[in-house]
T-cell receptor, first 116, second 116 residues
């Protein structure tokens, strides 16, 4: 079974600064997908960024980028130029690429606070 | 283009009653996933359904919980004889087809179930 670990329950960052949220996972599969979801106080689950394991290039979406280290099974999220609207819970998630393993496995989340 | 619609947004039940949670997937999506989020925790997979089929129910409690996704109408998550421990946020997600694993799951806003 796959597991996802987020070792930082809480993080804070000064507005306009950069912060990195860490995530590690455990799997025996060679092909899979990784995601970061944001959950603001409204409780919506918003997809921030995704990474295909077969791609060596790290995914980027505007101010959000990942550092994907496949051998280390690490998938950290970097938020540049932090904004007040970035305050939320951030969840790292794993999904296998094979039929029968389509479910998402989530970490326990990191609560990000933005300091004005 | 409407997203995943869940209703009700909030549901209050007394112990021993039944709870029915509804989920209408995004237009064109035929695959539905249900997840449960206990307070201060990440989302946990419950069940994965295709129209008229349960594909993976490995996360469903063995008793009192059932799910369906009929040919017509929304997917229903049903909890019989609710107990206090069922209090949680229940999220539904949808995807367009199986095997399209590069397609992320799109989440609804969740139903918050409170048991008195």
């Amino acid at each position: 079974a796959q597991t996802v670990t987020q070792s930082q329950p809480e993080m804070s960052v000064q507005e306009a600064e950069t912060v990195t949220l860490s995530c590690t996972y455990d799997t025996s599969e060679s092909d899979y997908y990784l995601f970061w979801y944001k959950q603001p106080p409204s409780r919506q689950m918003i997809l921030v960024i995704r990474q295909e394991a077969y791609k060596q290039q790290n995914a980027t979406e505007n101010r959000f980028s990942v550092n994907f280290q496949k051998a280390a099974k690490s998938f950290s999220l970097k938020i540049s130029d932090s904004q007040l609207g970035d305050a939320a819970m951030y969840f790292c998630a794993y999904r296998g690429a094979l039929f029968g393993n389509e479910k998402l496995t989530f970490g326990t989340g990191t609560r990000l606070t933005i300091i004005p | 283009n409407a997203g995943v619609m869940q209703n009700p947004r909030h549901l209050v039940r007394r112990r021993g009653q039944e709870a029915r949670l509804r989920c209408s997937p995004m237009k064109g999506h035929s695959h539905v996933y249900w997840y449960r989020q206990l307070p201060e925790e990440g989302l946990k997979f419950m069940v994965y359904l295709q129209k008229e089929n349960i594909i993976d129910e490995s996360g469903m409690p063995k008793e009192r919980f059932s799910a369906e996704f009929p040919k017509e109408g929304p997917s229903i998550l049903r909890i019989q004889q609710v107990v206090r421990g069922d209090s949680a946020a229940y999220f539904c997600a949808s995807s367009p087809y199986r095997g399209g694993n590069n397609q992320p799951q799109h989440f609804g806003d969740g139903t918050r179930l409170s048991i008195l």
